[in-house]
């Protein structure tokens, strides 16, 4: 198993920033993709942002150019610099690893949701 502890949600105004953190602990071995994804009121689930293992980078449109998204393997944590925030990215947002053991074979495990609300 996998325990993900996030971190840095809150409250801001629109054009403001926040910092997102995610760290893994437990069976951290062979931890493969990591990512962040957000879920607002009444709306699906929805990727913002994922780092593979070597550094190469995929976002949502809707973030491009204001989020970006890092990783500190030695700490097992992955980042979300968010900056120009509007009031349409107020969602809680979920930290989601992935393991892959062995070819073929992959877990995802997810983390609690931080809040983050973008006042206008």
């Known amino acids: 198993q996998v325990q993900l502890v996030e971190s840095g949600g809150g409250l801001v105004q629109a054009g403001g920033s926040l910092r997102l953190s995610c760290t893994a602990s437990?069976?951290?071995?062979?931890?493969?993709?990591m990512g962040w994804y957000r879920q607002a009121p009444g709306k699906q689930r929805e990727l913002v942002a994922a780092?593979?293992?070597?550094?190469?980078?995929d976002y949502a449109d809707s973030v491009k150019g204001r989020f970006t998204i890092s990783r500190d393997n030695a700490k097992n944590t992955v980042y979300l610099q968010m900056n120009s925030l509007k009031p349409e990215d107020t969602a809680v947002y979920y930290c989601?690893?992935?393991?892959?053991?062995?070819?073929?074979?992959?877990?995802?495990?997810w983390g609690q949701g931080t809040q983050v609300t973008v006042s206008s």
């Open positions: 780092i593979a293992s070597g550094g190469s980078t």
């Open positions: 989601r690893v992935r393991r892959v053991p062995r070819p073929g074979i992959a877990y995802d495990f």
């Open positions: 437990g069976s951290i071995a062979s931890i493969n993709a």
